[in-house]
């Protein structure tokens, strides 16, 4: 197989690595969330490694995220928790994909679905207790309460979990997280009271995680810690390694006279004589335009500069003199683990005002993804 142009790398042993990190700082099990394709690394691939290194359920945003796992064949719990009004609760029903509510109009669907397939469906609440997102808010507590020990008598559900979502997860000491685990306690305190126990209890991110470990309840939830990116960057990296690597072929090299303006606008002029080699990624790929004469990469130990515009396919970097005797076919690093003092995501992120967790999943187009340490087949359902 050819090496692509434009290659994410996802190096599957550091998300087993990640993993291994987590569950070091909590005794619950870990929910390892694999929404958005997995933050732009691949679902099935890290559900698979994260499975294998020991998480015990896996978490998605869409039914469709959750139908795309089992059609690979993966078998352990999953949960989906954001619906629209065409949501196919039946298919998830069907293909046991745990449901999150956040409202009576949700659940009414969910017990609609479940008659008409004839099963029971696997439901978490999902508890709005202080984010003001999905989650069912305060004013309709009740009334959802009541609905869902009545499914849970019919023996239409069974109410697996009941969850949360911090707002301020990354500021571990904020009061709110903690007043926001009490909530979540006492809605799951309320609905045992009308004879609809819950099994587990999860509100901690990756943040909560790694830093809040009282936070914890049955399960902890990570997102953005298993891709190895730090949830809370002042508190250093927490042993987490970054999974993917973005690699460019070098294009082109090419010689040119000081005074010479480089791509779009002449944004940068050469002021010397230098040279400069081309690489095939641009803001369809999830380079941010923003980062226009901002970001460097790395080829061959050495740091390079991006100067001119970041075009839609395509950006520039400087060489200097070139004493590295950088060549065409090349390999660039536009950001991956730091080692070596290269670039990073977290980086790119900090230079337009965002962050990893945007650059990261944002890496799309023409950028192929590929594999290292992949689990064995049969090591993870």
Partial sequence: MNTPTLEARIDLSAVSHNIG???????????????????????????????????????????????????????????????????????????????????????????????????????????????????????????????????????????????????????????????????????????????????????????????RPDLARDLVRPGIAIYGRSPIPAMGDFGLIPVMTLMAEVLSVKNIPAGQGVSYGHTWVAPRDTTVALLPAGYADGVPRLLSNRLSVQIDGNRYPNVGRVCMDQLVVDLGENLAEVKAGDRAVLFGTGAGGGPTALEWAEAVGTIDYEIVSGIRGRAVRTYTSVPKSGEVL
């Fill in 21 to 211: 990190v987590l569950r070091t700082h909590t005794s619950a099990q870990v929910l390892a969330v694999v929404k958005a394709d997995g933050y732009g690394h691949g679902a099935v691939e890290v559900g698979r490694a994260a499975l294998a290194a020991g998480a015990a359920e896996l978490g998605v945003t869409t039914i469709d995220e959750a139908l795309i796992l089992r059609r690979a064949g993966i078998t352990a719990p999953v949960l989906a928790w954001l619906h629209g009004s065409s949501a196919d609760f039946a298919s998830a029903i069907n293909a046991d994909v745990q449901l999150g509510i956040s409202s009576t109009r949700e659940l009414d669907a969910v017990v609609a679905a479940a008659r008409t397939a004839g099963r029971t469906a696997s439901v978490t609440v999902k508890v709005d207790t202080g984010l003001a997102r999905n989650g069912v808010h305060i004013t309709e507590w009740d009334d959802t309460r009541d609905a869902l020990a009545k499914a849970v008598a019919e023996q239409v559900i069974t109410l697996h979990g009941a969850m949360s979502h911090l707002a301020r997860g990354d500021e571990p000491e904020h009061p709110l997280n903690d007043l926001q685990a009490e909530r979540l306690d006492e809605a799951v305190a309320d609905l045992a009271r009308v004879g609809a126990p819950v099994t587990v209890r999860h509100i901690a991110n990756s943040a909560a995680t790694l830093a």
